[in-house]
Antibody
């Protein structure tokens, strides 16, 4: 059974940093593109970042470029999101998601999410 | 970026009703359109990918259709477990983008 478990969320002040983690199990992690998708309270879904199987390619939504970094550790079946210079508008539940093989961004499996609150 | 617009934003329906949700893209996305279901406090769940391909385990009363800019998600006979919010998402080009969601409520 595919499982994705996020951790690392919490309350942080504007301008602060936070590192999210996602631990994968039930599949061969190193074979899949992975993604972070977020959802602000009461709002819709917003894609944040993607990373290739070997970590050699990364893509970001414009609003987080230069502030967030996606990375992975295939030996530990783990995905990360380093978030710096956090803003109030980054407040959201952050989901990690596995991308369906085939070359397009279909979010096949999702974790339960971790809440990030940016507030003073 | 490609904009995705869903209609309606919400609807009320009864168990057994046929329900249709529409999603429109700001430019052609071929058939690279996916549908997700989200229940309160839960993660989204992939229902349909590539416009009409049912994800494994999804009941056959759900179906998707469309290509180009106009797409539909149809639930042929609404069941209690179908009351949720549904999102479309394009995976054709550029950053993947989602519609604003359609909330299906009990009448």
């Amino acid at each position: 059974e595919v499982q994705l478990v996020e951790s690392g969320g919490g309350l942080v002040q504007p301008g602060g940093s936070l590192r999210l983690s996602c631990t994968a199990s039930g599949f061969t992690f190193r074979n899949y593109w992975m993604s972070w998708v977020r959802q602000a309270p009461g709002k819709g879904l917003e894609w944040v970042a993607n990373i290739k199987q070997d970590g050699s390619e990364e893509y970001y939504v414009d609003s987080v470029k230069g502030r967030f970094t996606i990375s992975r550790d295939n030996a530990r079946n783990s995905l990360f999101l380093q978030m710096n210079s956090l803003r109030a508008e980054d407040t959201a539940v952050y989901y990690c998601a596995r991308i369906r093989p085939g070359g397009h961004d279909v979010f096949e499996y999702w974790g339960q999410g971790t809440l990030v609150t940016v507030s003073s | 970026d490609i904009q995705m617009t869903q209609s309606p934003s919400s609807l009320s329906a009864s168990v057994g009703d046929r329900v249709t949700i529409t999603c429109r893209a700001s430019q052609s996305i071929s058939s690279y359109l996916n549908w997700y279901q989200q229940k309160p406090g839960k993660a989204p769940k992939l229902l349909i990918h590539d416009s009409s391909s049912l994800q494994s385990g999804v009941p056959s009363r759900l179906s998707g259709s469309g290509s180009g800019t106009d797409f539909t998600l149809t639930i042929s006979s609404l069941q209690p477990e179908d009351f949720a919010t549904y999102y479309c998402q394009q995976s054709y080009i550029g950053p993947p983008t989602f519609g604003q969601g359609t909330k299906v409520e009990i009448k």
